[in-house]
């Protein structure tokens, strides 16, 4: 089935050859390996919640260089305002998010859009392609206000044996697709793709968080509290992103349910126990004993209580009943996980409909 309509152009038909109306090519669409004519008419929608996604993307529109940093400035250059481990906590958990932001950009531009076959859906992953690029605009702006040595920051996975593994195992799973002769059409190909999309939930859903969770400890502390906001946003896109990805993947699974296997689904939840462990392990290495508040142990239950969830967005049974030992976050998150409007009143300012360029 796959073949027949896979990826053929309306172009290598010939003009006269080309009966097929409007509808009947949007009723071929397709996530992937449906019939696209590379032409990008998003009306009518085949997929709406990915063009709402993608309105709900331009509607939080926000640009690093507007988040004030003063007070970051002036806590970082005064010795008393952080200790010397909340600064090392600090510089390696902007390390990491800023290579797993650079990486996700070069992910979705190089294995990922190339393809999609539904233009809105392109049009959602292309404007997250964007959005990570942001934010490792959002990363350098911090490196340059605070002064920081980009070699502490940027170069650290060169010499952290722990930075360097998580960099690795994280490039592993996105790897698997990226090879240019990859495509997608095939029983094997198109599950392998699957996977890849679940580990876009993994990425922008499970690895972000035990960094996200140092930044927001801070802000609890009044410590860096520029910095927790540049993360909110930059935290607020990704769960669009991962909800964008978590669509992609039922939608798929919906279209082409022969790939969703026992088999598979074992591989899966698999993929996501792997990946709390190594998001622990590496939160672990990064706060040590741990950091005003926040324990290994409770980091663990937190990234476990974030797992369940994800896998329960994707149909899988929860794996651990985790519960969340940290209520309060949902108020850095904009309670990702529960209906809150937390950006109410920061981020109506952002918003592009009420900026003024
Ligand atoms: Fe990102
Ligand atoms: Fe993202």
Redesign the pocket.
């Known amino acids: 089935m796959t073949d027949e309509i896979k990826k053929r152009s309306l172009f290598q038909d010939g003009l006269d050859n080309n009966e097929m109306t409007n509808a009947e090519i949007i009723n071929k669409r397709r996530v992937i390996n449906g019939y696209d004519d590379g032409l990008m008419q998003i009306s009518p929608l085949k997929h709406p919640w990915a063009y709402e996604i993608f309105e709900l993307m331009i509607k939080n529109t926000w640009v690093p260089g507007e988040v004030p940093l003063q007070q970051d400035v002036n806590m970082w250059n005064d010795p008393k305002a952080l200790s010397d481990n909340e600064r090392r906590v600090y510089s390696r958990s902007l390390a990491f998010v800023s290579n797993l932001d650079g990486l ?1 950009t070069n992910n979705l531009a190089c294995n990922i859009i190339r393809h999609l076959t539904s233009p809105e859906v392109i049009l959602s992953v292309t404007r ?1 392609t964007y ?2 690029a942001l934010h490792v605009q959002s990363y350098a702006t911090l490196v340059e206000a605070l002064a920081l040595d980009p070699e502490e920051i940027y170069g650290l996975y060169r010499k952290d044996q722990g930075l360097y593994e998580k960099n690795k195992s994280v490039l592993k799973a996105v790897s698997k697709i990226s090879d240019m002769s990859f495509e997608t059409g095939t029983f094997k190909t198109d599950q392998m793709f699957l996977e890849a999309c679940i580990g876009n939930v993994i990425l ?1 859903g499970i690895y972000f968080y035990s960094a996200f969770m140092v930044f927001y400890v801070l802000r609890r502390n009044n410590k860096m509290p520029g910095s927790a906001e540049m993360i909110q946003f930059i935290n607020r ?2 769960d669009l ?1 991962c909800m964008l990805f978590t669509h992609i993947t039922n939608t798929i699974r919906k279209e082409q349910p022969e790939l969703w296997t026992e088999e598979f689904q074992a591989q899966v939840i698999q993929n996501f126990k792997e990946a709390v462990e190594m998001e622990y392990q590496w939160g672990a290495s990064c706060i040590n004993e741990g950091i005003l508040g926040l324990t290994p142990d409770l980091l663990h239950e937190y990234l476990q209580f974030v797992a369940d969830y994800r896998m329960a967005a994707l149909g899988l049974p929860k794996q651990y009943n985790a519960k969340n030992p940290f209520p309060w976050v949902d108020e850095y998150t904009q309670g990702n996980m529960i209906e809150v409007n937390f950006f109410e009143g920061t981020v109506r300012e952002y918003q592009s409909g009420s900026l003024e360029w």
């Open positions: 996700q997250q959005e990570e922008e896109d990704e992103h």
